[in-house]
Protein backbone atom coordinates (compact mmCIF):
# COMPACT_ATOMS: atom_id res chain seq x y z
CA UNK A 1 0.00 0.00 0.00
CA UNK A 2 1.03 3.49 -0.50
CA UNK A 3 1.19 6.82 1.70
CA UNK A 4 -0.26 9.97 0.90
CA UNK A 5 0.61 13.22 2.65
CA UNK A 6 -1.85 15.40 3.75
CA UNK A 7 -0.77 19.06 3.60
CA UNK A 8 -1.26 22.11 4.97
CA UNK A 9 -2.74 24.70 2.13
CA UNK A 10 -2.21 28.03 4.30
CA UNK A 11 0.19 28.97 6.93
CA UNK A 12 -1.42 28.96 10.34
CA UNK A 13 -2.60 26.98 13.52
CA UNK A 14 -3.41 22.99 13.12
CA UNK A 15 -6.97 22.23 15.04
CA UNK A 16 -7.59 18.55 14.74
CA UNK A 17 -11.21 19.47 15.84
CA UNK A 18 -14.14 21.83 14.87
CA UNK A 19 -14.22 22.96 18.78
CA UNK A 20 -13.33 21.99 22.03
CA UNK A 21 -15.57 20.27 23.01
CA UNK A 22 -16.24 17.89 19.88
CA UNK A 23 -14.59 15.02 19.16
CA UNK A 24 -11.54 14.87 16.67
CA UNK A 25 -12.19 15.01 12.79
CA UNK A 26 -10.25 11.62 12.40
CA UNK A 27 -7.75 9.80 14.59
CA UNK A 28 -4.66 6.99 13.71
CA UNK A 29 -6.50 4.21 12.42
CA UNK A 30 -9.37 5.28 11.45
CA UNK A 31 -10.67 4.86 7.61
CA UNK A 32 -11.34 8.35 5.75
CA UNK A 33 -12.54 9.27 1.97
CA UNK A 34 -10.67 11.75 -0.06
CA UNK A 35 -12.73 14.55 0.57
CA UNK A 36 -12.92 13.80 4.74
CA UNK A 37 -11.52 16.59 6.82
CA UNK A 38 -8.47 15.56 9.03
CA UNK A 39 -8.62 19.32 10.29
CA UNK A 40 -8.69 23.11 10.21
CA UNK A 41 -5.94 25.68 9.68
CA UNK A 42 -7.18 28.57 11.20
CA UNK A 43 -5.87 32.05 10.07
CA UNK A 44 -7.12 35.57 11.30
CA UNK A 45 -10.07 33.99 12.39
CA UNK A 46 -11.10 32.23 9.02
CA UNK A 47 -11.08 28.75 9.41
CA UNK A 48 -9.64 26.15 6.35
CA UNK A 49 -10.77 22.62 6.05
CA UNK A 50 -8.14 19.93 5.37
CA UNK A 51 -8.95 17.13 3.32
CA UNK A 52 -7.52 13.68 3.69
CA UNK A 53 -7.25 14.12 -0.46
CA UNK A 54 -6.90 10.53 -0.45
CA UNK A 55 -9.50 7.42 0.78
CA UNK A 56 -7.56 4.74 3.18
CA UNK A 57 -6.53 5.02 7.08
CA UNK A 58 -5.06 7.87 9.18
CA UNK A 59 -1.35 6.37 10.02
CA UNK A 60 -0.55 8.92 12.18
CA UNK A 61 -0.41 13.01 12.62
CA UNK A 62 2.60 14.32 12.07
CA UNK A 63 1.97 17.63 13.96
CA UNK A 64 -0.22 18.21 17.26
CA UNK A 65 -3.12 19.67 17.76
CA UNK A 66 -2.90 23.34 18.10
CA UNK A 67 0.65 23.85 16.35
CA UNK A 68 1.73 26.46 14.24
CA UNK A 69 1.81 24.99 11.00
CA UNK A 70 3.62 26.12 6.80
CA UNK A 71 1.72 26.17 3.85
CA UNK A 72 2.71 22.83 2.07
CA UNK A 73 3.68 21.31 6.05
CA UNK A 74 2.78 17.90 6.17
CA UNK A 75 -0.02 17.34 8.84
CA UNK A 76 -1.05 13.97 8.48
CA UNK A 77 -0.05 10.31 6.65
CA UNK A 78 -2.74 8.47 5.03
CA UNK A 79 -1.97 4.79 3.53
CA UNK A 80 -4.19 4.57 0.66
CA UNK A 81 -6.48 1.83 -0.10
CA UNK A 82 -5.47 -0.28 -2.92
Known sequence: MSRHEVVSPIPGVFYR????????????GQAVGT???VGLVEVMKSFYH????????VVEFVVENEDVVDAGQVLAVVEVDG
Not at 17 to 28: I, L, M, N, T, V
Open 17 to 28: RPDPQSAEFAKP
Open 50 to 57: VPAGAAGT
Open 35 to 37: DDT
